[in-house]
Protein backbone atom coordinates (compact mmCIF):
# COMPACT_ATOMS: atom_id res chain seq x y z
CA UNK A 1 0.00 0.00 0.00
CA UNK A 2 1.26 3.19 -0.83
CA UNK A 3 2.65 5.05 2.37
CA UNK A 4 1.02 9.05 2.26
CA UNK A 5 4.21 10.62 1.99
CA UNK A 6 4.90 8.90 -1.30
CA UNK A 7 2.10 11.14 -3.25
CA UNK A 8 3.71 14.07 -4.75
CA UNK A 9 1.33 16.54 -3.03
CA UNK A 10 1.66 15.19 0.18
CA UNK A 11 2.86 18.35 3.16
CA UNK A 12 4.51 17.00 6.17
CA UNK A 13 2.26 18.62 8.91
CA UNK A 14 3.14 16.49 11.68
CA UNK A 15 5.43 19.28 13.68
CA UNK A 16 2.09 21.05 14.22
CA UNK A 17 -0.62 18.64 14.31
CA UNK A 18 -2.31 18.44 17.90
CA UNK A 19 -0.58 21.48 18.65
CA UNK A 20 -2.83 24.38 18.30
CA UNK A 21 -1.61 27.63 17.61
CA UNK A 22 0.98 26.49 15.47
CA UNK A 23 1.71 27.16 12.22
CA UNK A 24 3.56 26.11 9.19
CA UNK A 25 4.19 27.94 5.99
CA UNK A 26 4.04 26.24 2.74
CA UNK A 27 5.76 27.96 -0.58
CA UNK A 28 6.33 25.52 -3.41
CA UNK A 29 5.41 24.15 -6.86
CA UNK A 30 2.97 21.25 -6.90
CA UNK A 31 2.33 19.71 -10.31
CA UNK A 32 -1.15 20.35 -11.59
CA UNK A 33 -3.79 17.11 -11.04
CA UNK A 34 -5.18 15.46 -13.47
CA UNK A 35 -9.04 16.02 -14.85
CA UNK A 36 -9.23 20.13 -14.63
CA UNK A 37 -10.94 21.21 -17.01
CA UNK A 38 -10.87 20.29 -20.87
CA UNK A 39 -9.49 21.58 -24.39
CA UNK A 40 -11.05 24.80 -24.15
CA UNK A 41 -10.67 25.98 -20.52
CA UNK A 42 -8.31 24.11 -17.84
CA UNK A 43 -5.20 23.50 -16.96
CA UNK A 44 -2.67 20.63 -17.83
CA UNK A 45 -1.76 17.62 -16.06
CA UNK A 46 1.36 18.08 -14.86
CA UNK A 47 2.00 21.98 -14.97
CA UNK A 48 3.26 24.14 -12.17
CA UNK A 49 1.06 25.54 -9.45
CA UNK A 50 2.22 27.35 -7.25
CA UNK A 51 1.05 27.24 -3.36
CA UNK A 52 1.72 30.02 -0.86
CA UNK A 53 -0.24 29.99 2.44
CA UNK A 54 0.10 28.48 5.71
CA UNK A 55 -1.49 25.40 8.04
CA UNK A 56 -2.71 26.61 11.14
CA UNK A 57 -3.25 24.22 13.73
CA UNK A 58 -6.67 24.74 15.45
CA UNK A 59 -8.63 22.31 18.31
CA UNK A 60 -9.60 19.71 16.27
CA UNK A 61 -7.62 19.95 13.08
CA UNK A 62 -5.46 22.34 10.23
CA UNK A 63 -7.07 24.73 8.25
CA UNK A 64 -5.17 25.68 5.05
CA UNK A 65 -5.23 29.47 3.65
CA UNK A 66 -3.24 30.19 0.57
CA UNK A 67 -3.32 30.79 -2.54
CA UNK A 68 -2.75 28.82 -5.89
CA UNK A 69 -1.58 30.07 -8.86
CA UNK A 70 -1.78 28.01 -12.18
CA UNK A 71 -1.05 28.54 -15.48
CA UNK A 72 -4.83 28.11 -16.97
CA UNK A 73 -4.92 27.52 -20.67
CA UNK A 74 -8.16 28.29 -22.67
CA UNK A 75 -10.01 29.80 -25.85
CA UNK A 76 -12.14 32.72 -25.83
CA UNK A 77 -15.60 31.65 -26.42
CA UNK A 78 -15.57 35.37 -28.48
CA UNK A 79 -13.01 35.78 -30.78
CA UNK A 80 -11.49 32.06 -30.43
CA UNK A 81 -8.00 33.92 -29.21
CA UNK A 82 -6.19 31.28 -27.36
CA UNK A 83 -5.86 32.51 -23.72
CA UNK A 84 -2.64 31.64 -21.77
CA UNK A 85 -2.11 33.44 -18.14
CA UNK A 86 -1.60 32.75 -14.58
CA UNK A 87 -4.68 32.08 -12.32
CA UNK A 88 -5.03 33.17 -9.14
CA UNK A 89 -7.62 31.09 -6.25
CA UNK A 90 -7.71 32.00 -2.78
CA UNK A 91 -8.38 28.71 -1.09
CA UNK A 92 -9.02 27.68 2.60
CA UNK A 93 -9.68 24.16 3.42
CA UNK A 94 -10.23 22.30 6.61
CA UNK A 95 -8.39 19.04 7.31
CA UNK A 96 -9.58 17.60 10.54
CA UNK A 97 -7.96 15.45 12.72
CA UNK A 98 -11.07 13.00 12.71
CA UNK A 99 -11.55 12.11 9.21
CA UNK A 100 -15.57 10.81 9.98
CA UNK A 101 -15.69 14.65 10.73
CA UNK A 102 -14.53 15.10 6.90
CA UNK A 103 -17.16 12.84 5.21
CA UNK A 104 -19.79 14.38 7.70
CA UNK A 105 -19.09 18.03 6.41
CA UNK A 106 -19.02 16.98 3.27
CA UNK A 107 -22.30 16.01 3.50
CA UNK A 108 -24.63 18.68 4.73
CA UNK A 109 -23.22 19.82 7.82
CA UNK A 110 -22.54 22.62 6.89
CA UNK A 111 -23.34 24.95 10.19
CA UNK A 112 -20.83 22.53 11.87
CA UNK A 113 -17.89 23.96 9.73
CA UNK A 114 -19.21 27.20 9.65
CA UNK A 115 -18.31 27.03 13.58
CA UNK A 116 -15.57 25.72 13.32
CA UNK A 117 -13.97 28.15 10.68
CA UNK A 118 -15.83 31.34 12.11
CA UNK A 119 -16.75 32.46 8.46
CA UNK A 120 -19.77 32.55 6.66
CA UNK A 121 -18.58 30.47 3.70
CA UNK A 122 -19.01 26.87 4.12
CA UNK A 123 -15.46 25.34 3.95
CA UNK A 124 -13.95 22.35 1.87
CA UNK A 125 -12.83 19.86 4.05
CA UNK A 126 -9.92 16.99 3.66
CA UNK A 127 -8.76 14.07 4.98
CA UNK A 128 -5.24 14.05 6.81
CA UNK A 129 -3.05 11.05 6.70
CA UNK A 130 -4.07 8.62 9.97
CA UNK A 131 -1.17 9.90 11.88
CA UNK A 132 -1.70 13.37 11.05
CA UNK A 133 1.60 13.53 9.79
CA UNK A 134 1.00 14.83 5.88
CA UNK A 135 -1.77 16.69 4.09
CA UNK A 136 -2.47 15.80 0.81
CA UNK A 137 -3.56 18.44 -1.42
CA UNK A 138 -4.33 16.59 -4.73
CA UNK A 139 -7.86 16.71 -4.01
CA UNK A 140 -7.97 20.43 -2.78
CA UNK A 141 -6.06 21.11 -5.95
CA UNK A 142 -8.86 19.82 -8.34
CA UNK A 143 -11.97 20.74 -6.60
CA UNK A 144 -10.68 24.42 -6.22
CA UNK A 145 -9.69 24.94 -9.45
CA UNK A 146 -12.41 22.40 -11.37
CA UNK A 147 -14.93 24.47 -9.11
CA UNK A 148 -13.69 28.01 -10.41
CA UNK A 149 -12.74 27.32 -14.52
CA UNK A 150 -14.38 29.78 -15.85
CA UNK A 151 -17.55 29.23 -18.25
CA UNK A 152 -17.08 31.39 -20.26
CA UNK A 153 -13.52 32.86 -20.98
CA UNK A 154 -12.74 36.00 -22.50
CA UNK A 155 -9.28 37.22 -23.49
CA UNK A 156 -10.53 40.34 -21.77
CA UNK A 157 -13.65 41.56 -20.52
CA UNK A 158 -14.99 43.65 -23.25
CA UNK A 159 -13.61 41.26 -25.86
CA UNK A 160 -15.33 42.29 -29.14
CA UNK A 161 -15.55 39.30 -30.68
CA UNK A 162 -15.73 38.40 -34.56
CA UNK A 163 -18.13 39.77 -37.49
CA UNK A 164 -20.67 38.02 -37.51
CA UNK A 165 -20.79 38.34 -40.92
CA UNK A 166 -17.13 38.22 -42.11
CA UNK A 167 -15.22 36.59 -39.10
CA UNK A 168 -12.99 39.81 -38.74
CA UNK A 169 -11.44 40.01 -35.38
CA UNK A 170 -13.39 43.41 -34.05
CA UNK A 171 -10.74 43.73 -30.66
CA UNK A 172 -7.87 43.85 -34.04
CA UNK A 173 -10.39 45.94 -36.63
CA UNK A 174 -11.98 48.45 -34.12
CA UNK A 175 -13.85 50.39 -37.08
CA UNK A 176 -14.76 47.48 -38.83
CA UNK A 177 -18.59 47.26 -40.40
CA UNK A 178 -20.73 46.05 -43.12
CA UNK A 179 -23.19 48.83 -44.88
CA UNK A 180 -26.12 47.12 -44.21
CA UNK A 181 -28.60 47.35 -46.94
CA UNK A 182 -32.16 47.29 -46.38
CA UNK A 183 -33.47 44.40 -49.00
CA UNK A 184 -36.22 46.93 -50.06
CA UNK A 185 -33.08 49.13 -51.05
CA UNK A 186 -31.18 46.13 -52.42
CA UNK A 187 -32.97 46.19 -55.38
CA UNK A 188 -32.28 50.16 -56.31
CA UNK A 189 -28.68 49.87 -55.25
CA UNK A 190 -28.04 46.98 -57.80
CA UNK A 191 -29.65 49.55 -60.31
CA UNK A 192 -27.47 52.03 -59.36
CA UNK A 193 -24.31 50.03 -59.58
CA UNK A 194 -25.72 49.00 -63.16
CA UNK A 195 -26.38 52.59 -63.85
CA UNK A 196 -22.60 53.44 -62.58
CA UNK A 197 -20.93 50.92 -64.56
CA UNK A 198 -22.68 51.94 -68.01
CA UNK A 199 -21.33 55.61 -67.13
CA UNK A 200 -18.09 54.46 -66.77
CA UNK A 201 -18.54 52.57 -69.52
CA UNK A 202 -19.28 55.33 -71.76
CA UNK A 203 -16.41 57.71 -70.39
CA UNK A 204 -13.75 55.38 -71.01
CA UNK A 205 -14.91 54.95 -74.83
ZN1 LIG B 1 -11.58 37.55 -27.14
ZN1 LIG C 1 -17.21 41.82 -41.11
Known amino acids: MARPEDSQWAIPVGQISARPGMSKPVDGDFPAPSGIGDNIVGVREGDSVRVHGSFDSIADGLVFMGRFTAP ?118 GLKAQLDEEAQAKKSD
Open 72 to 189: MHAECTRCLKPIDRDWDLDVTAFFPYDSSQAADTRHGKHGEVDIVAGEDEAEDTYPLSHDGGFADIEALLRDTMVEHLPLQPLCRPDCKGLCSQCGVNLNDNPGHHHDVIDNRFAALA
